[in-house]
């Protein structure tokens, strides 16, 4: 079955740590750009993170900059985000998404919540 599961969601409070893994089955993952967006409740899916191929570059927005890590595990079909230092307007669904060139897949996202 071709999909992407994200997992690592959840409650957390201002200022902590949350990591998000998305596992790709089903697809070749490593000729897969991967990338990580969030949407939030009334608001448009926004980009987060991405990370080429071979994991060499990334990018990121500057809201998310210097608090947000993406990586990749290319034998595990696996990429992470690493959420540090996390705020209030954090709070999204995270969905994962890789891209080749005739194609794109998205997962089912996963919810975090920053909350007090």
């Known amino acids: 079955q071709v999909q992407l599961v994200e997992s690592g969601g959840g409650l957390v409070q201002p200022g902590g740590s949350l990591r998000l893994s998305c596992v790709g089955t089903?697809?070749?993952?490593?000729?897969?750009?991967m990338s990580w967006y969030r949407q939030a409740p009334g608001k448009q899916r926004e980009l987060v993170a991405q990370?080429?191929?071979?994991?060499?570059?990334?990018n990121y927005p500057d809201s998310v900059k210097g608090r947000f890590t993406i990586d990749r595990d290319n034998a595990k079909n696996t990429v992470y985000l690493q959420m540090n230092s996390l705020k209030v307007e954090d709070t999204a669904v995270y969905y994962c998404?890789?891209?080749?060139?005739?194609?794109?897949?998205w997962g089912q996202g996963t919810q975090v919540i920053v909350s007090s």
């Open positions: 998404n890789a891209r080749w060139v005739l194609r794109a897949l």
């Open positions: 089903g697809v070749t993952f490593s000729t897969a750009a």
């Open positions: 990370i080429t191929r071979d994991g060499s570059t990334t």
